[in-house]
């Protein structure tokens, strides 16, 4: 009996030491960090300068800025709608579905032709030649009808460019910088024997049911040609001065899944009443009423930081946590060699500490690394940081066990002291040098970001006004 029960209060002592490190290492952690991004939305609550980098959602829950046009606004959006479209994806810059009176280039610079047709871009900028009716291919009409028809996931529309009334379209053209791809246009008819191609499936991505309404704002959503499957997409390459060197929007025809840059959302958006040209352009150009606020919740704002978060991190640092994996690698192979000679270069203790921080942390980053090195996949920052983690903790281990047992006199100690100050001033220098591009605290000017470019590979935007 006296085994039995002391056999149970073990087990209730395991649970307990389980319960005590799972609160301590995941609970308490977990809530810090919720807690931490809680009190700063609640404390940083209006828009800003750089509120465009977030989703039209995150911007109009903010006090003042875009929530300032989109209070108010109808909130289905309707066969007649005049509407705003921004693309989800947002890179490089966040950009509006756009069109201007200009034409593609008869001939590009490569020899290859185009329809010549209008040029559709994607504008970084809020701009009148944003705006674009929703029409119901049926009717003629480019007006709301009373009571509206809102417009459902599934259904064919036609989207007319608000200043131009021309219609968006696509063929088999290549793109201007995408051959792969289809040309995107507004639709002029110069009597060629080339039929319009202006019919566009609506999809809403985030949809409940088959029967949910578009909704501005808060729908996202793709548009899929008609005639040829391809679905409207950002393709991020910037066009050439006869662009205004805008961004190139493009018909995929290879889209598969979701991906942000083929979606879309309403983000400004009236009900438009003015039938003929001239008055729904004054109607464009005038600013919409606002009278209602929309919010939206904690977790929703918090999920969406978590994406916007970009990390270039420390070069020093990176660097040394590879240097230090390298060293920590050839100590071992070295102290191994001499083991089997019988030569004891440590202490056992020491040896066994040595070991036990390479199972850990030497262990840990090939665990998290080498899964997705060996994987025919595309790798991606996240996927390194965990097994950085590791690399960054095997750093002292390494620096302490040279001071302890490399450096024999005082003189080295000195020295190996020296050197360790200067390396961690040049982290410290390195990451306040580029703060500004990691934490965007600071506005620069071109020659400053170009300053910034210390390889060329980097892909840093530098608008030229």
């Known amino acids: 009996m006296a085994i039995f029960c002391g056999t149970e209060l073990e087990q209730v002592c395991v649970f307990c030491h389980l319960l005590a490190r799972a609160v301590a290492l995941l ?3 977990v809530v810090l960090y919720l807690l931490f991004f809680y009190v700063h939305l609640i404390l940083v609550f209006r828009s800003g300068p750089h509120d465009q980098i977030m989703s039209s959602a995150f911007q109009a829950s903010l006090e003042g800025g875009l929530a300032r046009i989109t209070q108010g606004q109808p909130l289905e959006v309707a066969f007649g709608s005049q509407v705003t479209l921004r693309n989800v994806f947002g890179k490089p810059v966040p950009c509006w579905l756009h069109s201007h009176q200009d034409t593609y280039p008869m001939i590009y610079e490569n020899g290859r032709g185009s329809s010549h047709q209008q040029q559709v871009t994607c504008y970084p900028f809020k701009d009148v030649n944003n705006w674009w009716i929703v029409k119901d291919p049926r009717r003629h009409q480019l007006v709301v009808s009373s009571p509206p028809r809102p417009v459902r996931h599934g259904d064919m529309v036609q989207l007319v460019h608000g200043m131009t009334t021309r219609s968006l379209n696509t063929h088999d053209v290549a793109a201007p910088l995408s051959p792969h791809s289809q040309e995107v246009s507004c639709y002029i008819d110069y009597n060629i024997s080339m039929p319009a191609q202006n019919l566009w499936r609506l999809e809403i991505v985030n949809r409940g049911s088959d029967t949910d309404v578009w909704k501005t704002i808060l729908s996202e959503v793709r548009f899929v040609h008609v ?42 958006h009236r009900y438009g009443a003015s039938q003929e040209q001239r008055e729904r352009e004054r109607e464009l150009h005038s600013p919409a009423q606002v009278d209602v606020s929309r919010n939206l919740s904690f977790m929703a704002r918090f999920s969406e930081l978590q994406a916007q978060i970009h990390l270039l991190g420390n070069i020093v640092i990176w660097v040394s946590g590879s240097l230090a994996l390298a060293i920590y690698a050839l100590l071992s192979l070295w102290y191994l060699l001499r083991r089997r000679r019988n030569v004891h270069d440590l202490p056992q ?15 840990g980053w090939a665990v ?16 390194y940081l965990p097994a950085l983690t590791f690399q960054i903790l095997l750093l002292p281990v390494v620096l302490q066990h040279i001071s302890d047992h490399l450096c024999r006199s005082q003189l080295q100690r000195s020295i190996f002291s020296a050197l360790v100050v200067a390396w961690y001033s040049s982290a410290c220098h390195v990451s306040n040098t580029l703060r500004p591009l990691t934490y965007g605290d600071k506005s620069l000017s071109p020659h400053e970001l170009k300053a910034l470019r210390w390889k060329d590979s980097w892909d840093i935007l530098i608008r030229k006004h």
Request: net charge negative.
């Open 27 to 29: 609970v308490i952690p």
């Open 368 to 383: 998290n690394y080498l899964p997705f090195f060996l994987m025919e996949k595309t790798l991606f920052l996240y996927h």
């Open 349 to 363: 203790d020491a040896w066994l500490r040595w070991v036990l921080a390479g199972a850990l942390c030497a262990g």
């Open 227 to 268: 005639n040829t499957s391809a679905v409207l997409k950002l393709s991020g390459a910037h066009l050439p001065d006869w662009g205004y060197r805008q961004l190139e929007i493009v018909g995929e025809k290879l889209s598969r899944g979701y991906h942000g840059s083929t979606v879309w959302n309403v983000e400004e």
